[in-house]
């Protein structure tokens, strides 16, 4: 892929890297002459420009673009970048950086945004992953297609524990897509049993969260989580 990164900070230096390695093209775009550090990441293409610029974007070539990622320590930034990424030159996935947690409300469709990515939200969802036993924990949003990431860790008690998979009724528009089992990920095959202490990884949309909780975990699970909101 042909990868546009708008903010060479940290966080877009190390985004860049990491695809980089894994055999992408990457152009990082920085308006702040200070933070253009090509020897940083020299595998990378770099542009001293305004990611906020039509004109800037044109000589970037963000229509030759797989994906842009609004990457800078600003939300406004971040939504302007989106926005003229998505509508200007259809650029077909746009991920954006959250900053401040009170401006996630602003980071979808309408913007420009197909994933947006909030830190804050991302760090105390992994706290909740790694403390949290017999109930679902959301890990990521996916705007465009109002789905999510959960997580749920298996307890002892769980209705379908020792049981494989295929005898799992999950509803509709919910897919389970990897099992955390000690060090290992396992890709999901309907003869495998599920067992206490697996982590399961699902894909669903909002509207069916509580149907996977109460199907993985039993009803209790479901009332427990009303009564908690």
């Given at each position: ?5 708008a903010?060479?900070g ?7 890297q990491?695809?980089?390695e ?10 702040q ?6 020897e ?6 770099w542009?001293?420009?305004d990611a906020?610029?039509l004109?800037?974007?044109?000589e ?11 990457a800078?320590g600003?939300?406004?930034v971040?939504l302007?970048?989106?926005?003229l990424?998505k509508?200007?030159f ?22 420009g ?5 909030s830190t ?12 949290t ?5 959301r890990?990521?949003?996916f705007?465009?297609?109002?789905a ?7 307890p002892?008690?769980?209705p379908?524990v020792?049981q ?10 919910a897919?389970?897509v ?5 060090k ?14 697996d ?12 149907a996977?909780?109460?199907v993985v975990?039993?009803p209790a ?9």
């Amino acid at each position: 892929m042909r990868v546009a990164i708008a903010g060479a900070g940290n966080v877009g230096r190390s985004i860049a890297q990491e695809l980089i390695e894994n055999g992408h093209q990457v152009l990082l775009i920085e308006r702040q002459p200070r933070k253009l550090r090509p020897e940083r990441v020299p595998e990378a293409e770099w542009l001293l420009a305004d990611a906020c610029e039509l004109t800037s974007l044109e000589e970037a070539d963000l229509a030759g673009c797989d994906v842009v990622v609004a990457a800078t320590g600003d939300d406004k930034v971040n939504l302007v970048v989106s926005l003229l990424a998505k509508t200007e030159f259809a650029v077909p996935r746009v991920v954006a950086r959250i900053n401040r947690a009170e401006n996630e409300w602003l980071f979808t469709e309408l913007w420009g945004v197909d994933v947006a990515v909030s830190t804050p939200r991302v760090m105390a969802a992994l706290v909740e992953e790694a403390v949290t036993v017999g109930d679902l924990v959301r890990l990521m949003t996916f705007r465009q297609g109002e789905a999510n990431l959960v997580e749920i860790t298996l307890p002892p008690t769980a209705p379908y524990v020792g049981q494989p998979l295929h005898a799992v009724p999950l509803p509709r528009d919910a897919a389970l897509v990897a099992i955390l089992r000690g060090k290992r990920v396992l890709v999901p095959s309907r003869d495998d049993p599920i067992e206490a202490g697996d982590e399961l990884i699902f894909v669903c949309t909002v509207e069916v969260e509580d149907a996977v909780r109460e199907v993985v975990l039993g009803p209790a699970s479901v009332e427990r989580n009303r009564e908690a909101r």
